[in-house]
């Protein structure tokens, strides 16, 4: 197995065949698989299979099943579209945002295989290159430490509200009722047990609050991290007291 990662080994060499067969083509045909099946529909030889080549001959372009993955996942980096370069900070995340909610309804399996670390590809890196731009050199952010707790942030709401998204239509296509159907099944023990009194809040919940659709959900939510991220990053918003005295200095170690 080579040492260099899958983006800087070159293709092997074509050779004449019936089957032209390269990595672009590899990771198109994989992906089509997943978006029909899931992650658990992606293999070396179902892969090989979908493009009539034996699966011996991927194996010159592709190592393993991670570098597969990786190659898909930085694939779909690729279709999301970067907001241009000083586009004003928050419709530039909110554009990220979104762009990222549209390519894992496009792609579902693409959320699996995001968070823990960063993705290596060309087109994932750009995207971490764009999304740390939006912020980067303005007043509000002096610190590379400022930019990346933001982006962080607005990324991890992004890849939790996905993932909660994603998994709700799994589990409709899974059980074939859809929402309204698992809520009428359901509904009558919850009156039972809102009507005991002890969950006030769920009442006014499942009563009261305005059940708007994912979108909608989506766009509040990020409203919500966007206006935090404003309000800890406007100067005129904090109080004296918030900024942090010097720290005191370390005692000298003990002597042995």
């Given at each position: 197995?080579?040492?260099?990662?899958v983006?800087?080994?070159p293709?092997?060499?074509?050779?004449?065949?019936?089957?032209?067969?390269?990595?672009d083509?590899?990771?198109?045909?994989?992906?089509?698989?997943?978006?029909?099946?899931?992650?658990?529909?992606?293999?070396?030889?179902?892969?090989?299979?979908?493009?009539?080549?034996g699966?011996m001959?991927?194996?010159?372009?592709?190592?393993?099943?991670d570098?597969?993955?990786?190659?898909?996942?930085?694939?779909?980096?690729?279709?999301?579209?970067?907001p241009?370069?000083?586009?004003?900070?928050?419709?530039?995340?909110?554009?990220?945002?979104?762009g990222?909610?549209?390519?894992?309804?496009?792609?579902?399996?693409?959320?699996?295989?995001?968070?823990?670390?960063?993705?290596?590809?060309?087109?994932?890196?750009?995207?971490?290159?764009?999304?740390?731009?939006?912020?980067?050199?303005?007043?509000?952010?002096?610190?590379i430490?400022?930019?990346?707790?933001?982006?962080?942030?607005?990324?991890a709401?992004?890849?939790?509200?996905?993932?909660?998204?994603?998994t709700?239509?799994?589990?409709?296509?899974?059980?074939?009722?859809?929402?309204?159907?698992?809520?009428?099944?359901s509904?009558?023990?919850?009156?039972?047990?809102?009507?005991?009194g002890?969950?006030?809040?769920?009442?006014?919940?499942?009563?009261?609050?305005?059940?708007t659709?994912?979108?909608?959900?989506?766009?509040?939510?990020?409203?919500?991290?966007?206006?935090?991220?404003?309000?800890r990053?406007?100067?005129?918003?904090?109080?004296?007291?918030?900024?942090?005295?010097?720290?005191?200095?370390?005692?000298?170690?003990?002597?042995?």
């Amino acid at each position: 197995m080579s040492n260099e990662l899958v983006w800087d080994r070159p293709e092997p060499p074509s050779k004449p065949s019936p089957t032209p067969l390269s990595r672009d083509l590899i990771v198109e045909a994989a992906i089509r698989l997943a978006d029909e099946g899931g992650l658990d529909e992606v293999s070396l030889r179902k892969v090989a299979a979908a493009l009539n080549a034996g699966p011996m001959r991927l194996y010159g372009y592709i190592e393993t099943k991670d570098e597969l993955l990786d190659l898909m996942v930085d694939e779909v980096y690729g279709e999301i579209a970067l907001p241009e370069p000083g586009t004003e900070w928050r419709t530039a995340l909110t554009r990220i945002a979104h762009g990222m909610r549209a390519a894992a309804k496009r792609h579902p399996w693409f959320i699996d295989l995001l968070g823990g670390r960063p993705h290596r590809g060309p087109n994932s890196l750009a995207h971490i290159e764009a999304s740390l731009a939006t912020l980067d050199d303005r007043p509000e952010f002096p610190t590379i430490d400022d930019v990346l707790g933001a982006v962080g942030t607005v990324m991890a709401f992004v890849h939790g509200a996905v993932r909660n998204e994603i998994t709700e239509a799994r589990d409709e296509q899974a059980s074939g009722m859809t929402e309204e159907q698992w809520q009428a099944a359901s509904g009558p023990y919850m009156q039972r047990m809102l009507a005991t009194g002890r969950f006030p809040r769920l009442a006014r919940v499942m009563y009261d609050a305005e059940h708007t659709n994912a979108a909608s959900w989506f766009d509040t939510g990020l409203s919500y991290v966007l206006d935090g991220i404003a309000t800890r990053h406007n100067p005129a918003s904090k109080p004296a007291s918030s900024v942090s005295a010097p720290s005191a200095p370390s005692p000298a170690p003990a002597g042995p």
